[in-house]
Antibody
Protein backbone atom coordinates (compact mmCIF):
# COMPACT_ATOMS: atom_id res chain seq x y z
CA UNK A 1 0.00 0.00 0.00
CA UNK A 2 1.48 3.31 -1.07
CA UNK A 3 1.93 5.87 1.69
CA UNK A 4 3.06 9.46 1.51
CA UNK A 5 4.32 11.38 4.54
CA UNK A 6 5.15 15.06 4.69
CA UNK A 7 7.91 16.28 6.99
CA UNK A 8 9.46 19.61 7.81
CA UNK A 9 9.35 22.49 10.27
CA UNK A 10 5.97 23.59 11.55
CA UNK A 11 7.02 27.21 11.97
CA UNK A 12 8.84 29.47 9.53
CA UNK A 13 9.69 33.15 10.00
CA UNK A 14 8.48 35.74 7.51
CA UNK A 15 10.81 36.30 4.54
CA UNK A 16 12.53 32.96 5.16
CA UNK A 17 12.31 29.69 3.21
CA UNK A 18 9.83 26.87 3.75
CA UNK A 19 11.21 23.42 3.00
CA UNK A 20 9.16 20.25 3.08
CA UNK A 21 9.86 16.67 2.08
CA UNK A 22 7.43 13.94 1.10
CA UNK A 23 8.61 10.43 1.87
CA UNK A 24 7.22 7.70 -0.34
CA UNK A 25 6.80 4.19 1.06
CA UNK A 26 5.28 1.11 -0.51
CA UNK A 27 7.03 1.66 -3.81
CA UNK A 28 9.93 3.36 -5.54
CA UNK A 29 9.47 6.76 -7.17
CA UNK A 30 11.65 5.58 -10.06
CA UNK A 31 9.28 2.68 -10.74
CA UNK A 32 6.23 4.92 -10.99
CA UNK A 33 6.95 6.09 -14.50
CA UNK A 34 3.26 6.71 -15.24
CA UNK A 35 2.83 9.06 -12.30
CA UNK A 36 3.55 12.62 -11.35
CA UNK A 37 4.04 13.91 -7.82
CA UNK A 38 2.51 17.05 -6.45
CA UNK A 39 2.10 19.57 -3.67
CA UNK A 40 -1.15 21.19 -2.61
CA UNK A 41 -1.93 23.48 0.29
CA UNK A 42 -4.95 24.65 2.22
CA UNK A 43 -4.95 27.94 4.08
CA UNK A 44 -7.46 28.37 6.91
CA UNK A 45 -10.95 28.92 5.55
CA UNK A 46 -9.86 28.67 1.93
CA UNK A 47 -10.11 26.11 -0.82
CA UNK A 48 -7.26 23.80 -1.60
CA UNK A 49 -4.61 25.42 -3.80
CA UNK A 50 -2.46 23.61 -6.33
CA UNK A 51 1.25 24.42 -5.86
CA UNK A 52 2.84 22.29 -8.55
CA UNK A 53 3.77 18.90 -9.94
CA UNK A 54 7.00 17.11 -10.73
CA UNK A 55 7.83 14.03 -12.77
CA UNK A 56 10.55 11.59 -11.72
CA UNK A 57 12.83 13.03 -14.44
CA UNK A 58 12.60 16.47 -12.89
CA UNK A 59 10.04 17.99 -15.26
CA UNK A 60 7.96 20.49 -13.32
CA UNK A 61 4.80 22.56 -13.54
CA UNK A 62 4.25 25.36 -11.04
CA UNK A 63 1.13 27.37 -10.27
CA UNK A 64 1.78 30.71 -12.02
CA UNK A 65 0.80 32.58 -8.86
CA UNK A 66 3.63 30.89 -6.93
CA UNK A 67 6.08 30.16 -9.72
CA UNK A 68 8.59 32.89 -8.82
CA UNK A 69 9.03 31.44 -5.31
CA UNK A 70 8.68 27.67 -5.75
CA UNK A 71 11.17 24.93 -6.47
CA UNK A 72 10.31 21.23 -6.48
CA UNK A 73 12.77 18.38 -6.74
CA UNK A 74 12.93 14.59 -6.65
CA UNK A 75 15.55 12.50 -4.88
CA UNK A 76 15.20 8.94 -6.12
CA UNK A 77 18.04 7.67 -3.93
CA UNK A 78 16.05 8.69 -0.86
CA UNK A 79 12.70 7.95 -2.45
CA UNK A 80 11.30 11.35 -1.65
CA UNK A 81 10.40 14.61 -3.31
CA UNK A 82 10.63 18.11 -1.94
CA UNK A 83 9.06 21.53 -1.93
CA UNK A 84 10.91 24.79 -1.37
CA UNK A 85 8.99 28.04 -1.07
CA UNK A 86 11.05 31.21 -0.76
CA UNK A 87 10.21 34.55 0.85
CA UNK A 88 7.23 33.32 2.83
CA UNK A 89 4.70 35.58 4.48
CA UNK A 90 1.57 35.11 6.59
CA UNK A 91 -0.66 34.07 3.65
CA UNK A 92 1.61 31.06 3.15
CA UNK A 93 0.38 29.65 6.46
CA UNK A 94 -1.40 26.46 5.46
CA UNK A 95 -1.64 22.72 5.69
CA UNK A 96 0.66 21.37 2.99
CA UNK A 97 -0.15 18.07 1.33
CA UNK A 98 1.94 15.93 -0.96
CA UNK A 99 0.29 13.65 -3.49
CA UNK A 100 0.66 11.19 -6.34
CA UNK A 101 -1.00 11.80 -9.68
CA UNK A 102 -1.65 9.18 -12.34
CA UNK A 103 -0.55 10.53 -15.69
CA UNK A 104 -4.12 11.61 -16.37
CA UNK A 105 -3.85 14.30 -13.79
CA UNK A 106 -6.08 13.64 -10.79
CA UNK A 107 -4.70 12.64 -7.37
CA UNK A 108 -5.00 9.03 -6.31
CA UNK A 109 -2.95 9.18 -3.10
CA UNK A 110 -2.47 12.00 -0.61
CA UNK A 111 -0.31 12.48 2.44
CA UNK A 112 -2.02 13.41 5.68
CA UNK A 113 -0.78 16.97 5.46
CA UNK A 114 1.46 19.06 7.66
CA UNK A 115 0.66 22.45 9.13
CA UNK A 116 3.19 25.18 8.46
CA UNK A 117 2.72 28.51 10.20
CA UNK A 118 4.52 31.65 9.09
CA UNK A 119 5.14 33.82 12.10
CA UNK A 120 7.92 35.72 13.82
CA UNK B 1 -7.80 29.71 -13.80
CA UNK B 2 -10.98 27.66 -13.87
CA UNK B 3 -13.13 28.37 -10.83
CA UNK B 4 -14.98 25.45 -9.25
CA UNK B 5 -18.08 26.56 -7.36
CA UNK B 6 -19.22 23.84 -4.99
CA UNK B 7 -22.59 23.71 -3.26
CA UNK B 8 -23.87 23.45 -0.65
CA UNK B 9 -21.09 24.35 1.76
CA UNK B 10 -22.75 22.35 4.51
CA UNK B 11 -25.40 19.68 4.35
CA UNK B 12 -27.32 18.21 7.25
CA UNK B 13 -28.57 14.71 6.61
CA UNK B 14 -29.53 11.47 8.32
CA UNK B 15 -28.42 7.91 7.84
CA UNK B 16 -30.21 6.49 4.83
CA UNK B 17 -30.68 9.84 3.09
CA UNK B 18 -29.81 10.42 -0.54
CA UNK B 19 -27.47 13.39 -0.84
CA UNK B 20 -26.18 15.26 -3.85
CA UNK B 21 -23.29 17.71 -4.02
CA UNK B 22 -22.66 19.92 -7.04
CA UNK B 23 -19.58 21.51 -8.58
CA UNK B 24 -19.91 24.05 -11.37
CA UNK B 25 -16.90 25.02 -13.45
CA UNK B 26 -16.44 28.54 -14.79
CA UNK B 27 -15.61 27.03 -18.18
CA UNK B 28 -15.74 23.58 -19.70
CA UNK B 29 -13.44 21.01 -18.13
CA UNK B 30 -14.79 18.16 -20.27
CA UNK B 31 -15.04 15.18 -17.90
CA UNK B 32 -11.84 15.86 -16.02
CA UNK B 33 -13.29 16.04 -12.53
CA UNK B 34 -12.52 13.98 -9.46
CA UNK B 35 -14.27 13.78 -6.09
CA UNK B 36 -12.69 13.22 -2.69
CA UNK B 37 -13.78 12.51 0.88
CA UNK B 38 -11.82 14.03 3.74
CA UNK B 39 -12.07 13.38 7.47
CA UNK B 40 -10.35 15.54 10.09
CA UNK B 41 -6.64 14.86 10.39
CA UNK B 42 -6.66 12.23 7.64
CA UNK B 43 -5.53 12.15 4.04
CA UNK B 44 -8.27 12.83 1.49
CA UNK B 45 -9.60 9.71 -0.20
CA UNK B 46 -10.32 9.44 -3.92
CA UNK B 47 -13.91 8.45 -4.66
CA UNK B 48 -14.55 9.25 -8.32
CA UNK B 49 -12.39 10.27 -11.28
CA UNK B 50 -13.16 11.31 -14.84
CA UNK B 51 -16.51 12.54 -13.55
CA UNK B 52 -18.15 9.15 -13.14
CA UNK B 53 -15.58 6.37 -12.72
CA UNK B 54 -15.70 4.80 -9.27
CA UNK B 55 -12.28 4.25 -7.75
CA UNK B 56 -11.56 0.65 -6.88
CA UNK B 57 -12.76 -0.27 -3.41
CA UNK B 58 -15.18 2.65 -3.08
CA UNK B 59 -18.73 1.58 -2.19
CA UNK B 60 -21.24 1.64 -5.00
CA UNK B 61 -23.51 4.02 -3.09
CA UNK B 62 -21.18 6.76 -4.36
CA UNK B 63 -21.72 7.91 -7.93
CA UNK B 64 -20.68 10.83 -10.10
CA UNK B 65 -22.26 12.46 -13.13
CA UNK B 66 -21.59 15.38 -15.39
CA UNK B 67 -19.52 16.85 -18.16
CA UNK B 68 -18.63 20.30 -19.39
CA UNK B 69 -19.37 22.65 -16.52
CA UNK B 70 -21.74 20.86 -14.15
CA UNK B 71 -20.88 17.86 -12.03
CA UNK B 72 -22.58 16.01 -9.19
CA UNK B 73 -21.56 13.55 -6.52
CA UNK B 74 -24.41 11.48 -5.11
CA UNK B 75 -24.48 9.21 -2.09
CA UNK B 76 -27.51 7.01 -2.57
CA UNK B 77 -27.97 5.98 1.07
CA UNK B 78 -25.87 7.84 3.59
CA UNK B 79 -23.99 5.63 6.04
CA UNK B 80 -22.46 6.61 9.40
CA UNK B 81 -18.97 6.44 7.90
CA UNK B 82 -19.94 8.96 5.21
CA UNK B 83 -20.16 11.98 7.52
CA UNK B 84 -17.18 13.92 6.25
CA UNK B 85 -16.16 16.77 3.96
CA UNK B 86 -16.30 16.24 0.20
CA UNK B 87 -14.58 18.29 -2.49
CA UNK B 88 -14.13 18.28 -6.22
CA UNK B 89 -11.02 18.75 -8.35
CA UNK B 90 -10.84 19.79 -11.99
CA UNK B 91 -7.78 18.58 -13.87
CA UNK B 92 -8.54 19.75 -17.36
CA UNK B 93 -5.32 21.76 -17.38
CA UNK B 94 -2.06 21.91 -15.48
CA UNK B 95 -3.67 24.68 -13.39
CA UNK B 96 -5.83 22.33 -11.39
CA UNK B 97 -8.41 23.87 -9.06
CA UNK B 98 -10.59 22.61 -6.25
CA UNK B 99 -14.06 23.27 -4.95
CA UNK B 100 -14.33 24.77 -1.47
CA UNK B 101 -15.79 21.61 0.01
CA UNK B 102 -19.10 20.39 1.40
CA UNK B 103 -19.34 19.26 4.99
CA UNK B 104 -21.92 16.52 5.45
CA UNK B 105 -23.09 16.28 9.03
CA UNK B 106 -25.99 15.07 11.06
Amino acid sequence: QLQLQESGPGLVKPSETLSLTCGVSGGSISSFTKYYWGWIRQSPGKALEWIGTIYYDGTTYYNPSLKSRVIMSVDMSRNHFSLTLHSVSAPDTAVYFCARLPYGGYIDYWGQGTLVAVSS
Amino acid sequence: DVQMTQSPSTLSAAVGDRVTITCRASQSVNSWVAWYQQKPGKAPKLLIYKASILESGVPSRFSGLGSGTEFTLTISSLQPDDFATYFCLQYNSDSRTFGHGTKVDI
